[in-house]
């Protein structure tokens, strides 16, 4: 399936006035450093003044920040990938990594004159944000992952399927359960708990033993504490066929046949508030749902003016920083709804199908459609202002020390390397906006 979020990136440009030139990853959801390209391929035909005089932006709102994926070695291959001549040595290179990270990567834009590179982001209570902006960032958070909801689940509000009837009802628990390698090492203790706790038969749910070309029953946890007990989860679950994609849409057939969604998300053992399209699919389909995720996910949920489920089952969990023992109580959780009398269950079924469909209503709400936008121009106007206010120009000027010394052989390379030569020979314009910008 094909996801044209560059329209996305497109409609953000437009809120910043386009006075920005925006890199994110070209394969969406990608975390390879070659995958890391400009919005647009105008910006390499941009003349020296403006190449210099334009903040930069790194749209990675998509997947969770990792500041220490990637290493020294990891850059200097990827930018000697594109071109053996294009920042000299590989010494060169590293030096330039040290100090501007991810930047290094934004082609003819490394050498901005401002010393700081705003970064679009998804997440709260990050550590990973805080080490980003000791590098030189300054974040923008906003919940992308709404606004690509709104696209991915569009017709949610008109699909007559998913009108609610409990009479259809086979399974009490919708659990999309696919890859379990990296963060998502957890899903195969879900997985566990639920075949322990006798869950399976109420819940529609498969399982796929390989992952990433490993075998669970070879897998080693980096919790231990998520450490599994058993290795034959594959004898009570069909296997999965989903793909990657599959989060892009939603299965209305599903929906229908089940009462209650429990949403595995990407993150659940982290400190981090990083709440993807899974947690607004059961949202905008009209459903309830139990919330697997890092702690205080449900407050952050609630937070967006969606309502939860308290009043009518134990949301406790949601403040279990345990990760082991936040997975036991959802799990038990579900086996108490699972038990409960035929009257009851259907009681709660629809106590808490008008609570989903009020926050079906809200998401749809053209309201809060336009807050999730609003709230990405607010944070881009605060870290426009804080960019404004660092632009020494120390970038340049190391350049222009580095390359003091080089033949006309190492500027005659390639465009981009014409344009910095400019820059250097009108020194005094570029010292002039400096002095212009920090008065």
Same mark, same amino acid.
């Given at each position: @399936? ?115 590179? @705003? ?321």
């Amino acid at each position: @399936m094909s996801v044209p979020l560059d329209r996305l990136y497109n409609h953000l440009d437009g809120l910043c006035n386009h006075d920005v030139l925006i890199y994110h990853w070209s394969v969406h959801g990608s975390k390879k450093l070659e995958d890391i390209y400009p919005l647009h391929h105008e910006y390499a035909n941009l003349d020296w003044f403006a190449m210099l005089t334009t903040p930069l932006m790194l749209a990675h709102d998509q997947e969770p920040l990792n500041f220490n994926l990637y290493s020294e070695d990891d850059f200097v291959d990827c930018i000697n990938q594109w071109s053996t001549k294009m920042a000299g040595s590989d010494a060169t290179i590293r030096s330039w990594v040290q100090v501007l990270n991810l930047r290094v990567l934004f082609g003819q834009s490394r050498y901005s004159l401002y010393d700081r590179t @705003m970064i679009v982001h998804s997440e709260k209570n990050s550590d990973n944000l805080t080490q980003y902006e000791q590098a030189g960032f300054v974040g923008i958070y906003w919940w992308a992952h709404a606004a690509i909801a709104m696209d991915w689940y569009r017709y949610a509000e008109h699909d007559p399927v998913l009108a609610v009837n409990f009479d259809q009802v086979t399974h009490d628990f919708l659990i999309y359960n696919r890859a379990w390698s990296g963060s998502r090492e957890y899903r195969l203790k879900f997985t566990e708990f639920v075949v322990n706790s006798d869950l399976q038969h109420q819940c529609l749910m498969k399982f796929t033993p390989r992952c990433n070309d490993q075998h669970y029953k070879e897998f080693v946890s980096v919790n231990p504490s998520l450490s599994l007990g058993r290795h034959d989860l594959e004898d009570y679950f069909d296997p999965s066929l989903a793909d990657a994609n599959a989060s892009g849409d939603y299965n209305n057939h599903d929906y229908q046949h089940t009462a209650v969604e429990v949403v595995l998300e990407t993150l659940f053992d982290d400190a981090r508030h990083h709440l993807t399209e899974k947690t607004l699919r059961p949202i905008a389909c009209g459903r309830p749902f139990i919330l697997a995720a890092t702690t205080g996910s449900l407050a952050y949920v609630r937070s967006y003016g969606f309502e939860t489920f308290g009043d009518f089952i134990d949301e406790s969990y949601d403040n279990i920083l345990d990760p082991a023992e936040r997975l036991a109580a959802i799990c038990r959780e579900m086996q108490k709804i699972s038990q409960l009398p035929q009257e009851q269950k259907l009681q709660l079924w629809t106590n808490l199908y008008q609570i989903a469909q009020r926050n079906q209503q809200r998401f749809f709400s053209k309201d809060w459609q336009q807050s999730i936008f609003q709230e990405f121009v607010d944070n881009y106007n605060s870290a426009r202002s804080t960019i404004n206010q660092h632009c020494t120009g120390k970038h340049w000027k190391k350049l222009q020390l580095q390359t003091q010394h080089e033949t006309n052989e190492f500027w005659d390379n390639m465009p981009v390397l014409h344009r910095l030569k400019t820059s250097m020979d009108n020194a005094p314009v570029i010292q002039q906006w400096i002095a212009d910008h920090t008065s």
